[in-house]
């Protein structure tokens, strides 16, 4: 499978200031998704985007979706000490019931 | 929502042995399976699928007679890591795909040490 890329691969913010992380993708897809993991835990899906959708909000996060780029976003605003984890983003293919390709993930640390 | 399980959540072998990790989806039928494993400060990485009533599909590099797949039933599918190593030490996560849906649910993961 082609692991896609995320960027920066740790980044580290003061409580309060907005996040923004980066994934790139290698192939066409039919949804990316966003999910979170903290130390040593198992995932947390965070926010689906279809690839006819180009941007996408839930509560405190925001996610933007340029297919032609083969990019994704993902900001969180005003963020916690409690955002602190490691956050991923996955596609599936256009064919379906396809398996999750992961990016390299981001490694959140939010300083309160 | 869907609920997928593991179990164990954590198990701790001696080289050699043979280890047993389940991943069952609890309120829902799922055709596939799919078995990630994920290294320390790792990203995860697809190991295998697995169809119900038929043979697992292994990606490039993964020993299928090492890591024996058995999908017997649409809410069950077992990973049993043979004669394990230390280097086998990793976090390993399932995933069930709703046949009803196509989304695909995650369970929370095993953590395996090999002594």
């Known amino acids: 499978s082609q692991q896609g890329e995320e960027d920066p691969q740790a980044l580290s913010i003061q409580e309060g200031e907005n996040a923004t992380m980066n994934c790139s993708y290698k192939?066409?897809?039919?949804?990316l998704q966003w999910y979170r993991q903290n130390s040593g835990r198992g995932l947390v899906h965070l926010i689906l985007?279809?690839?006819?959708?180009r941007e996408k909000h839930s509560g405190r996060l925001r996610v933007t979706l340029d297919t032609s780029k083969k990019s994704s976003s993902l900001l969180i605003t005003a963020s916690r000490a409690a955002d602190t984890a490691s956050y991923f983003c996955a596609t599936d293919a256009i064919a379906g019931n396809t398996p999750l390709v992961f990016g390299k993930g981001t490694r959140l640390s939010v300083i309160a | 929502g869907a609920v997928v399980s593991q179990h164990p959540s954590r198990v701790i072998c001696k080289s050699g042995t043979s280890v047993k990790i389940e991943c069952r989806s609890l309120?829902?039928?799922?055709?596939?399976m799919f078995w990630y494993r994920q290294f320390p400060k790792k990203s995860l990485m697809l190991m295998a699928t697995?169809?119900?009533?038929?043979?697992?599909?292994?990606e490039q590099g993964v020993e299928k007679d090492k890591f024996l797949i058995n999908h017997a039933s649409l809410t069950l599918s077992t990973l049993t890591v043979t004669s394990a190593h230390p280097e086998d030490s990793s976090f390993y996560i399932c995933?069930?795909?709703?046949?009803?849906?196509?989304?695909?649910?995650f369970g929370p993961g095993t953590r395996l040490t090999v002594l």
């Open positions: 192939t066409s897809i039919n949804n």
């Open positions: 697995s169809n119900e009533g038929s043979k697992a599909t292994y």
């Open positions: 995933s069930a795909v709703s046949g009803l849906t196509d989304t695909q649910y």
């Open positions: 985007i279809r690839s006819n959708e």
């Open positions: 309120d829902f039928q799922a055709t596939t």
